[in-house]
């Protein structure tokens, strides 16, 4: 296993089981070596349907509002934060490549997002 980073010591808040909340379904979610996912918070509605990670990729916070939903997301480090009704049609991304925040508002939509660390 990769050694952990120290985002990690604050992206996760101590909470209530995240996936007790109502409505909140994780259909499919497939981890490689080394592959790990932080935090996945749910409102109500909210759904992720396919989450894919790859060698030593890593997830740090996923949040979701009413009716937000990521159908793929397939990434390294970053923080994807959604809103009333935002949704991701697909976020994918490589070797070093980061999303660092992603801010939807109500309706907000983006089909593909790729971010090339420096």
Do not use: C, F, L
Not at 10 to 37: D, F, K, L, M, N
Not at 91 to 100: D, I, K, L, P
Request: hydrophobic share 35%.
């Amino acid at each position: 296993m990769a050694p952990r980073s120290p985002v990690w010591s604050t992206a996760i808040a101590p909470r209530s089981p995240a996936w007790s909340t109502t409505g909140a379904e994780v259909a499919s979610v497939e981890h490689g070596y080394g592959a790990q996912v932080a935090s996945v918070e749910h409102d109500y509605g909210a759904q992720i349907a396919s989450v894919e990670h790859g060698y030593g990729t890593q997830v740090a916070s996923v949040e979701h509002g009413y009716g937000a939903q990521v159908a793929s997301v397939e990434d390294g480090y970053g923080s994807v934060e959604h809103g009333y009704g935002a949704q991701i049609a697909s976020v994918e991304h490589g070797y070093n490549v980061q999303v660092a925040s992603m801010e939807h508002g109500y309706g907000a939509q983006g089909n593909t997002n790729s971010i090339t660390q420096m």
